[in-house]
């Protein structure tokens, strides 16, 4: 089946750095999502990339989808404590979603 | 962007027991899933929650364990049965509203705790 890895498992930044978390799927996928999950909270969408090499931003946030479609990265540029949480990407399998590992952000202000 | 209902919240139970979780859209979905999150882990999927016929279950998980009902559109129930410790976790309904493949909305989630 499906398996969606993503690296590191945890980081821990001072408020002001930058944050990368990368994602990588034993699959080509058609697309892929990325969520974020606050402590004690659900996941909650944040982007979905489709095409080959597409980069999107949202404001400090900034997406990349790779040129093979199986893998991605999500870069945060000066973390905030309100960036803190869980980063979850996720692929589409059937009709389904299958979540990465999740890279949990600490964020030392 | 739908909003999800779902309860209860949290719930202490005794092993041997049942405890039925509901998941309420307050819009017409395409697809609700179930999913169960470890602490400190990703979330696994349990279910697809298929509307008026038996839901189709992933890899490791069982109807009889899992009973799931779904009787409309925006409702869903998800019985975890015989429950053990090991089933102490967090359950999460989530629902797509539009295409295949467009993104999940989800609820507050169900935080179980067997004793």
């Known amino acids: 089946g499906q398996q969606v890895m993503q690296i590191p498992q945890y980081q821990h930044v001072q408020e002001g750095e930058d944050f990368t978390t990368y994602c990588n799927s034993s699959?080509?996928?058609?697309?892929i999502q990325w969520y974020k999950q606050r402590p004690g909270g659900h996941p909650v969408f944040l982007i979905q990339?489709?095409?080959?090499?597409e980069v999107k931003k949202q404001k400090r946030l900034t997406f990349q989808f790779g040129e093979a479609k199986k893998n991605s990265s999500l870069h945060i540029t000066a973390t905030q404590t309100t960036d803190v949480g869980t980063y979850f990407c996720?692929?589409?399998?059937?009709?389904?979603?299958?979540f990465g590992t999740g890279t949990l952000l600490a964020v030392q202000p | 962007s739908a909003v999800i209902s779902q309860k209860p919240s949290r719930d202490i139970c005794q092993r041997g027991t049942s405890l039925t979780i509901q998941c309420q859209v307050d819009?017409?979905?395409?697809?609700m899933f179930w999913y169960r999150q470890q602490p400190g882990q990703s979330l696994t999927l349990i279910a697809t929650?298929?509307?008026?016929?038996?839901?189709?279950?992933e890899s490791g998980f069982v109807i009889d364990k899992f009973p799931i009902s779904r009787p409309n559109l925006t409702f869903s129930t998800l019985t975890v049965s015989n429950m053990s410790p090991e089933d102490s976790s967090i359950y999460l309904c989530?629902?797509?509203?539009?295409?295949?493949?467009?993104?999940?909305?989800f609820g507050n989630g169900t935080r179980l705790t067997v004793t």
């Open positions: 989530s629902a797509r509203t539009g295409a295949l493949n467009s993104p999940l909305h």
């Open positions: 699959t080509t996928l058609s697309n």
């Open positions: 990339l489709v095409k080959s090499g």
């Open positions: 996720a692929g589409p399998w059937a009709n389904k979603l299958i």
């Open positions: 819009s017409q979905v395409t697809m």
């Open positions: 929650a298929n509307q008026g016929s038996e839901a189709t279950y």
